[in-house]
């Protein structure tokens, strides 16, 4: 069992930037991709970005593509989030999750198997 815990999330103003934090522990002698979705009020969870089980790839939404960037710290069992330019809309509860079907993760969340309790962004304008 891998439990997730996410952190970093907090209320920033619109243009300013946070870094989400998602720390794995448990059973993690091996890493797997490590996805970000987000769920805003009376929305359906969206997906972000995921990065590759090395680190090597990552894939992101377009919605924040150019301002978004995920890393992973192995060592540590660890991937970020870097959030710049943030927007009003971008405001959520965001969550980590793994999936281990697959060594560079999908955007669908039904492939993720462990997800976290999610840590809250708002962005005020």
């Known amino acids: 069992q891998v439990q997730l815990l996410e952190s970093g999330g907090g209320l920033v103003q619109a243009g300013g930037s946070l870094r989400l934090s998602c720390a794995a522990s448990?059973?993690?002698?091996?890493?797997?991709?490590t996805g970000w979705f987000r769920q805003a009020p009376g929305q359906e969870r969206e997906f972000v970005a995921v990065?590759?089980?090395?680190?090597?790839?990552?894939l992101y939404a377009d919605s924040v593509k150019g301002r978004f960037t995920i890393s992973r710290d192995s060592a540590q069992n660890t991937v970020y989030l870097q959030m710049n330019m943030l927007k009003p809309e971008d405001s959520a509860v965001y969550y980590c999750?793994?999936?281990?079907?697959?060594?560079?993760?999908?955007?669908?969340?039904?492939?993720?198997?462990?997800w976290g309790q999610g840590t809250q962004v708002t962005v005020s304008s």
């Open positions: 999750a793994l999936d281990r079907r697959s060594l560079y993760g999908t955007n669908d969340s039904g492939q993720y198997t462990d």
């Open positions: 448990g059973r993690t002698s091996r890493t797997y991709a």
């Open positions: 990065i590759s089980w090395q680190g090597r790839s990552a």
